[in-house]
């Protein structure tokens, strides 16, 4: 396991720093063009979670900025990057059999770049594998010295060998990165980094560093910024938005945070994920009722039922602390949507353990539960514990809880059948182009016909058909 990290700032002029080198690459990269009348172009592989999702977007806003412009075409990409995680099950795997992919690509176009970043990068053994294996590799970074992208990319188009920069610090948090976001009416917000919970299977405290906040000046100013630009929805992101603002010299809780956001012209609906049960306060649920913004929806991981497993897990809250926590915030948030994350077969989990997570899969009715297997996790705690279950049992297990969330789910649904709903409309169907597809304030995909360009727009629309992940609707003449 990786030490402890000491925590230092960041020297505020980085980021002009930066700005410089990408002035300067866009500068060679227009020189370029005029020469061939094509721009460069580079490709982005993401893997895991929204936060990889919301680190790529940097990636691209500065790529931008050097000129760059994106392509779905790997094979004729300038730079490509693989922006790895480290959460998944084979996440190694993957990652290797896409970097092995690269090598002809590489052989034949010795000048294009290939760079690999992301949370698995924080880990040695992944870095000493790309070293030894993939010397086609040409940057290698981790997730705290994303800023210095530029600078990265500068030097090892200029370097014979794989250029290797992980930063062993992680109390950065640089403002002003560029961004280029995949959608206009709604916007991922980090507003925190890290985790401080060290739950005994996660990986991410140890590859994403200790917890620390954005300013809240900075993050109402971003969302300031979007709402100007259209944005209706912001959802704040952290691994553990709950205890935002912890380690900010004046103290603005999430709860603060966001009655700051509601307050923003032009904002419609704020999400945040994800929550910590033992840190979801009194103070928030009320704050969450009171926003006429924040939607009614909740991710709150319990993972299992059983008293013992959450100690192993090192979760720090019971089940009756969870269940109390779920019946406060259902008492004033009655229609609220909850979803959670459970794991099958952790370490020692018996039959009656799993029981007592079913237990809560009833009691609770969730929305939508993200339920995994577990499996071992280099470097964490969890993965060294005796007493690791049977595989045959963990999957017969996961299938009586797949069923017994699915009947859930469809009771739930089946709720929406002949009401009217407010969607904010995401773009025109992937899967029937004939349709429009949008969320509701509670998440529930719906997908719907409509007249005109309604991208990014609120409408209602009645429920007329219900299925297992979507619902169908038709526009409500209440619009
Ligand atoms: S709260 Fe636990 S599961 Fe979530 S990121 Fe932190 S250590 Fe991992």
Redesign the pocket.
Known sequence: MMSERKVTAVDPTEMERQRVIMQRIKENNDIDYQRSGNNKSFHIITFGCQQNNADSERLKGMLMHMGYEETDNRNTADVIIINTCCVRENAELKLFGNIGALKNLKKDRPDMVIAVCGCMMEQEHAVEAIKKKYRHVDLVFGTHNLYKFPELLERSMNEKYTLIDIMNTDGIIVEDIPIKRDEKHKAWITIMYG?N???SY?I??YVRGRERSRKPEDVVKEIEALAADGCKEVTLLG??VNSYGKDLDNPVDFADLIRLVNNIDGIERIRFM?S?PKDISDKLITAMKDCRKVCEQLHLPFQAGSNKILKAMNRKYTKEEYLEKIQKVKAVMPDISLSTDVIVGFPGETDEDFEETLEIIREVEFDQAFMFIYSKRKGTPASEMDLQVNEDQKHKNFDKLVKLQNEVSKKLNDLYLGKIVEILVDGVSKKDSSKYTGRTRTGKVVNFSGEGDLTGKLVNVKITEIHSWFLNGEMSTNN
């Open positions: 985790c919970n060290f739950c996660c991410v405290p691994q553990n994800t910590h």
